[in-house]
């Protein structure tokens, strides 16, 4: 390697040696003790070897207009571009190599003659979860990788269907979720330098796009554990203009020299362009763009669609998904551990409803889920707030660390509590150099700025030192809890089902993601924080809208409800299929009645909206179920409760004693207002029974909560195989969804282009 260049740079070859430790040159040229192959070694050497050729290059050509870098040739792009000088980029190289080989076994297979999404699903259907698509050089030619048992059965079953495969000579799973834990320790150690803004237009591999102003250690940290996107950069750099380019690191002579101009010469053959002149700078269109194209021999991975480019790559490494979307808890199981066990098995993750539920049911939910999945295939649990019985919120919390969940969707929460707290920090640890690990996540759903600010902040201290008093956390844990946000991942809910503030997304989001820059300068978190959006998401249009607004990932709820793994009754499935985008309604919440907290919920072929509203209006003009005229109150319990309210109270007495809440009961006996709260809420737990039986003896009276985005999703879907509710299984709409808002953005990124024309 490099044997024309020693002699030309030695003082460039002595300093690299004195920065490994080792001669640079005698590995490079004899390799005595057989360490080239060792990617602790081998990116070192790559780096200086491509360096050098640049510099002999730069001696007798101009400045190219942009740069490119194959994996580890991203580096010396970044130095061809000014970012940082030659010894500093080695010193990055040396500790990504070192890191890469500490981050675990793992091997990787070439796989040659077979498209990314028929890889993809070939993957899928064989059961091969454990693997990641991991690099798409090409159109034809890809790389995955996972673990070394799973890889070569893969190997093994491509070639009895005459696809070419070879397990590749690597240390590593490189450029995949297996890097995740090399990539944070990377993203520390970019902290000890500082970085210029590239001078010429880099194309950077996690984004294939130009690297942003102030971007170059993030882009850096997101390149070792997300995929090389370099058929998207060269179809990138195809959209700026036509351009001839240099393989800077290529020795012709050698065989396989031009490895990067044959996939960039197969790409522009087979390819369309990508048209993107709206966000961010690019490449100046000019008729003699010359492109640098640097070149990297290890292997690297190409995105598996352009779906799966969507949203923040950061967002799908920390939790370990193929895209950026999430499926949200629903309330009482709807969100079932069928629709979180198909989403985990896919790839993507699922939040199971818990809400409503009891504790023996949630414990059994998350046994069948965590017998069904296999270790590293994500899935989450929904923790409720409960405002009316704190202690019911902490054994909850207490159940998810006995079954060491270790990923929550929080909802409802207007507060920081101590039990989720206590979550949060029950998985904060420290790594082997002393940085603070958060084993415990928390999706927080938010709606309010002031509730969005307190989730982005650490702890409160209050809660902290009680915990810590308490016996319940360590010193270190309540140390480590005033440098990490009690969530690193938000969502913001606009006008959803369920629970909502009927938020408008064009005006939360933005106001959110400016809360997050300002919140993200004050603490200087090691992590990024993520936001994503959630409401009104249920058709590609509206699902661009969120990713082009600037959201993390996207969250789905209604639709959802509507598929066959649903904890929903086919009777209500059979009701939301034919759900409209106007037939939904607003209702008081039943678990935060006396606050006027609302729901939306279906309203076609329903009287529970209308009748809900009215036991609120009864409740704010009265001041007791007494003060009710009585044609009034016979008519609710002819219609509503389908019993005397004396009755009613009766039930309610023996519920609030079979939950051990006596201060409650004895609140509700000694305040009239109370009492009939108390009263109204038991209609609001009728209703959602009603739902959840199956039973038609009472229809009109059901609970069904949803939002506008199903009836958009069915009208989306109509006349397609997608329509019928038994035809809809949760993945297969969350991959459609995402692969026809990939196809919607680029269209319109494509028209945009012309016009600006």
Same mark, same amino acid.
Request: hydrophobic share 40%.
């Given at each position: 390697?490099?044997?024309?260049?020693?002699?030309?740079?030695?003082?460039?070859?002595?300093?690299?040696?004195?920065?490994?430790?080792?001669?640079?040159?005698?590995?490079?040229?004899?390799?005595?003790?057989?360490?080239?192959?060792?990617?602790?070694?081998?990116?070192?050497?790559?780096?200086?070897?491509?360096?050098?050729?640049?510099?002999?290059?730069?001696?007798?050509?101009?400045?190219?207009?942009?740069?490119?870098?194959?994996?580890?040739?991203?580096?010396?792009?970044?130095?061809?571009?000014?970012?940082?000088?030659?010894?500093?980029?080695?010193?990055?190289?040396?500790?990504?190599?070192?890191?890469?080989?500490?981050?675990?076994?793992?091997?990787?297979?070439?796989?040659?003659?077979?498209?990314?999404?028929?890889?993809?699903?070939?993957?899928?259907?064989?059961?091969?979860?454990?693997?990641?698509?991991?690099?798409?050089?090409?159109?034809?030619?890809?790389?995955?990788?996972?673990?070394?048992?799973?890889?070569?059965?893969?190997?093994?079953?491509?070639?009895?269907?005459?696809?070419?495969?070879?397990?590749?000579?690597?240390?590593?799973?490189?450029?995949?979720?297996?890097?995740?834990?090399?990539?944070?320790?990377?993203?520390?150690?970019?902290?000890?330098?500082?970085?210029?803004?590239?001078?010429?237009?880099?194309?950077?591999?996690?984004?294939?796009?130009?690297?942003?102003?102030?971007?170059?250690?993030?882009?850096?940290?997101?390149?070792?554990?997300?995929?090389?996107?370099?058929?998207?950069?060269?179809?990138?750099?195809?959209?700026?203009?036509?351009?001839?380019?240099?393989?800077?690191?290529?020795?012709?002579?050698?065989?396989?020299?031009?490895?990067?101009?044959?996939?960039?010469?197969?790409?522009?053959?087979?390819?369309?362009?990508?048209?993107?002149?709206?966000?961010?700078?690019?490449?100046?269109?000019?008729?003699?763009?010359?492109?640098?194209?640097?070149?990297?021999?290890?292997?690297?991975?190409?995105?598996?669609?352009?779906?799966?480019?969507?949203?923040?790559?950061?967002?799908?490494?920390?939790?370990?998904?193929?895209?950026?979307?999430?499926?949200?808890?629903?309330?009482?199981?709807?969100?079932?551990?069928?629709?979180?066990?198909?989403?985990?098995?896919?790839?993507?993750?699922?939040?199971?409803?818990?809400?409503?539920?009891?504790?023996?049911?949630?414990?059994?939910?998350?046994?069948?889920?965590?017998?069904?999945?296999?270790?590293?295939?994500?899935?989450?649990?929904?923790?409720?707030?409960?405002?009316?019985?704190?202690?019911?919120?902490?054994?909850?919390?207490?159940?998810?660390?006995?079954?060491?969940?270790?990923?929550?969707?929080?909802?409802?929460?207007?507060?920081?509590?101590?039990?989720?707290?206590?979550?949060?920090?029950?998985?904060?640890?420290?790594?082997?150099?002393?940085?603070?690990?958060?084993?415990?996540?928390?999706?927080? !759903?938010?709606?309010?700025? /002031?509730?969005?600010?307190?989730? %982005?902040?650490? *702890? $409160? &201290?209050?809660?902290?030192?009680? +915990?810590?008093?308490?016996?319940?956390?360590?010193?270190?844990?309540?140390?480590?809890?005033?440098?990490?946000?009690?969530?690193?991942?938000?969502?913001?809910?606009?006008?959803?089902?369920?629970?909502?503030?009927?938020?408008?997304?064009?005006?939360?989001?933005?106001?959110?993601?400016?809360?997050?820059?300002?919140?993200?300068?004050?603490?200087?978190?090691?992590?990024?924080?993520?936001?994503?959006?959630?409401?009104?998401?249920?058709?590609?249009?509206?699902?661009?809208?969120?990713?082009?607004?600037?959201?993390?990932?996207?969250?789905?709820?209604?639709?959802?409800?509507?598929?066959?793994?649903?904890?929903?009754?086919?009777?209500? !499935?059979?009701?939301?299929? /034919?759900?409209?985008?106007?037939? %939904?309604?607003? *209702? $008081? &919440?039943?678990?935060?009645?006396? +606050?006027?907290?609302?729901?939306?919920?279906?309203?076609?072929?329903?009287?529970?909206?209308?009748?809900?509203?009215?036991?609120?209006?009864?409740?704010?003009?009265?001041?007791?179920?007494?003060?009710?005229?009585?044609?009034?109150?016979?008519?609710?319990?002819?219609?509503?409760?389908?019993?005397?309210?004396?009755?009613?109270?009766?039930?309610?007495?023996?519920?609030?004693?079979?939950?051990?809440?006596?201060?409650?009961?004895?609140?509700?006996?000694?305040?009239?207002?109370?009492?009939?709260?108390?009263?109204?809420?038991?209609?609001?737990?009728?209703?959602?029974?009603?739902?959840?039986?199956?039973?038609?003896?009472?229809?009109?009276?059901?609970?069904?909560?949803?939002?506008?985005?199903?009836?958009?999703?069915?009208?989306?879907?109509?006349?397609?195989?997608?329509?019928?509710?038994?035809?809809?299984?949760?993945?297969?709409?969350?991959?459609?969804?995402?692969?026809?808002?990939?196809?919607?953005?680029?269209?319109?990124?494509?028209?945009?282009?012309?016009?600006?024309?």
């Amino acid at each position: 390697m490099g044997r024309e260049l020693w002699a030309a740079y030695p003082q460039l070859a002595d300093s690299a040696s004195q920065i490994l430790g080792f001669s640079i040159t005698e590995l490079c040229l004899n390799d005595p003790q057989n360490q080239l192959r060792l990617t602790q070694y081998t990116q070192p050497a790559l780096y200086v070897v491509n360096a050098l050729r640049y510099y002999r290059w730069r001696e007798q050509e101009s400045m190219p207009d942009a740069l490119a870098g194959h994996s580890l040739g991203e580096y010396v792009a970044l130095l061809a571009a000014g970012c940082f000088d030659f010894e500093t980029g080695l010193r990055l190289v040396q500790k990504r190599g070192q890191l890469m080989n500490q981050a675990g076994s793992g091997a990787m297979a070439a796989v040659l003659g077979m498209r990314v999404d028929t890889l993809q699903a070939f993957l899928r259907d064989h059961g091969f979860e454990r693997i990641d698509v991991a690099n798409f050089n090409s159109p034809m030619q890809s790389v995955i990788a996972g673990d070394t048992a799973s890889i070569v059965a893969a190997e093994k079953l491509l070639m009895t269907r005459q696809v070419r495969c070879s397990v590749l000579n690597v240390s590593a799973p490189f450029h995949s979720r297996y890097m995740r834990p090399a990539q944070e320790e990377f993203a520390q150690f970019l902290r000890g330098f500082a970085f210029s803004d590239p001078g010429i237009p880099v194309i950077a591999n996690a984004t294939a796009r130009p690297y942003p102003p102030g971007e170059v250690a993030k882009l850096l940290t997101q390149q070792i554990g997300s995929p090389v996107l370099w058929t998207d950069t060269i179809r990138y750099l195809m959209g700026q203009d036509d351009f001839t380019y240099v393989e800077m690191g290529a020795d012709p002579n050698r065989i396989g020299g031009a490895v990067l101009s044959k996939l960039v010469e197969e790409i522009r053959r087979t390819e369309t362009p990508i048209h993107i002149n709206v966000a961010g700078p690019g490449v100046a269109p000019s008729a003699s763009n010359s492109i640098a194209l640097s070149h990297a021999s290890e292997p690297a991975r190409q995105f598996e669609s352009e779906a799966q480019l969507l949203g923040s790559p950061i967002f799908r490494n920390r939790y370990g998904l193929k895209y950026a979307y999430v499926a949200g808890s629903m309330y009482r199981g709807t969100s079932s551990p069928a629709l979180v066990v198909r989403m985990g098995r896919a790839g993507m993750i699922g939040y199971l409803g818990t809400g409503g539920l009891s504790l023996a049911s949630i414990e059994a939910a998350i046994q069948t889920i965590q017998t069904q999945l296999e270790q590293g295939q994500p899935y989450g649990v929904n923790l409720l707030a409960d405002y009316d019985d704190p202690a019911a919120e902490r054994a909850t919390v207490d159940l998810y660390l006995k079954y060491r969940v270790r990923w929550i969707e929080a909802a409802a929460f207007m507060q920081m509590t101590s039990s989720l707290v206590l979550f949060r920090l029950k998985g904060l640890h420290r790594d082997a150099e002393g940085n603070i690990q958060c084993a415990h996540r928390v999706l927080a !759903k938010v709606s309010r700025l /002031e509730v969005a600010e307190a989730f %982005m902040s650490p *702890a $409160p &201290a209050h809660l902290v030192n009680a +915990l810590l008093k308490a016996g319940a956390i360590t010193t270190d844990q309540a140390e480590m809890a005033r440098h990490v946000p009690m969530s690193h991942d938000l969502c913001v809910e606009a006008d959803s089902g369920g629970h909502t503030d009927g938020g408008i997304p064009t005006i939360l989001l933005p106001a959110m993601l400016q809360l997050r820059q300002a919140l993200s300068n004050r603490y200087n978190y090691r992590e990024t924080l993520c936001m994503g959006l959630a409401g009104g998401i249920g058709s590609p249009v509206s699902a661009a809208a969120a990713f082009a607004m600037g959201a993390d990932f996207i969250l789905t709820g209604s639709i959802n409800q509507c598929t066959v793994e649903s904890g929903a009754t086919d009777t209500v !499935k059979t009701m939301l299929q /034919e759900a409209g985008i106007h037939d %939904m309604a607003y *209702a $008081p &919440a039943g678990d935060m009645f006396e +606050l006027g907290a609302r729901v939306q919920v279906l309203k076609k072929g329903l009287l529970f909206a209308q009748r809900a509203n009215k036991l609120y209006a009864l409740y704010t003009h009265y001041g007791s179920l007494e003060e009710i005229p009585e044609a009034e109150r016979a008519k609710l319990e002819r219609s509503f409760f389908k019993r005397s309210l004396s009755r009613v109270w009766e039930d309610t007495l023996r519920h609030l004693e079979a939950r051990g809440r006596e201060r409650d009961k004895e609140i509700a006996q000694a305040n009239p207002k109370m009492r009939m709260a108390r009263v109204f809420r038991w209609y609001f737990a009728y209703s959602t029974q009603l739902a959840f039986s199956g039973s038609t003896e009472d229809l009109v009276n059901y609970q069904v909560h949803t939002g506008p985005a199903l009836g958009a999703f069915n009208q989306w879907v109509k006349g397609t195989a997608l329509e019928p509710w038994t035809q809809r299984h949760v993945d297969e709409i969350a991959v459609a969804l995402m692969d026809a808002t990939a196809r919607h953005l680029r269209s319109f990124n494509s028209r945009f282009a012309c016009v600006a024309h």
